[in-house]
T-cell receptor
Framework: AQKITQTQPGMFVQEKEAVTLDCTYD???????LFWYKQPSSGEMIFLIY??????QNATEGRYSLNFQKARKSANLVISASQLGDSAMYFC???????????????FGTGTRLTIIP | AAGVIQSPRHLIKEKRETATLKCYPI?????VYWYQQGPGQDPQFLIS???????DKGSIPDRFSAQQFSDYHSELNMSSLELGDSALYFC???????????????FGSGTRLTVV
């Protein structure tokens, strides 16, 4: 079974500051994928960034980077130079990468509500 | 670029009624996943289909059923609706084995179901 833990229910950050959203995971799979999604108040689920368990370098996508520490089983999202539009709910999610279809679904954490303060 | 289309966007039903939610995946995506997100909750996996066959099943009530059709669109049928079924229902699609560049899922905008 896979489990995602996000320990920060809510965060308030000043505009233009960097912010780190924590995510730890637990899995018995040898290979897996980690995702971050943004969910604004409108409700849609927006993909931000992906990290494969065998990727040697931390993933980056524009202002988003993923601080992947495999030994500690953590996959923290870092948002640089935060903007007011970053205010949203953020979910960390995981998927096993085995060929068994039973591992293909995403398992989500409970999310962190990020509020950017002007 | 084409996205995952879900219909309707909003749906209001009374208790004990039935509801049908539809999901149209991205063209050439052969796998569909359904998730339920209650108010203030994280998305919970309901069911998935690959090539029109059920591939996995999560915490889906017996009152719910789903299928994937020959054109790969999927429908989630919900009967004997309860107040607790009020939620945002997401559909996500992907192409198996993987869809580069991020090996991920594309989510629809969701259907917000309110049971009164």
């Amino acid at each position: 079974a896979q489990k995602i833990t996000q320990t920060q229910p809510g965060m308030f950050v000043q505009e233009k500051e960097a912010v780190t959203l924590d995510c730890t995971y637990d899995t018995s799979d040898q290979s897996y994928g980690l995702f971050w999604y943004k969910q604004p108040s409108s409700g849609e689920m927006i993909f931000l960034i992906y990290q494969g368990s065998y990727d040697e370098q931390n993933a980056t996508e524009g202002r988003y980077s993923l601080n992947f520490q495999k030994a500690r089983k953590s996959a923290n999202l870092v948002i640089s130079a935060s903007q007011l539009g970053d205010s949203a709910m953020y979910f960390c999610a995981m998927r096993g990468l085995q060929s068994n279809f039973g591992n293909e679904k995403l398992t989500f954490g409970t999310g962190t509500r990020l509020t950017i303060i002007p | 670029a084409a996205g995952v289309i879900q219909s309707p966007r909003h749906l209001i039903k009374e208790k004990r009624e039935t509801a049908t939610l539809k999901c149209y995946p991205i063209p050439r995506h052969d796998t569909v996943y359904w998730y339920q997100q209650g108010p203030g909750q994280d998305p919970q996996f309901l069911i998935s289909f690959y090539e029109k066959m059920q591939s996995d099943k999560g915490s889906i009530p017996d009152r719910f059923s789903a299928q994937q059709f020959s054109d790969y669109h999927s429908e989630l049928n919900m009967s004997s609706l309860e107040l607790g079924d009020s939620a945002l229902y997401f559909c996500a699609s992907r192409h198996y084995p993987h869809s580069p560049p991020y090996y991920g899922y594309t989510f629809g905008s969701g259907t917000r179901l309110t049971v009164v």
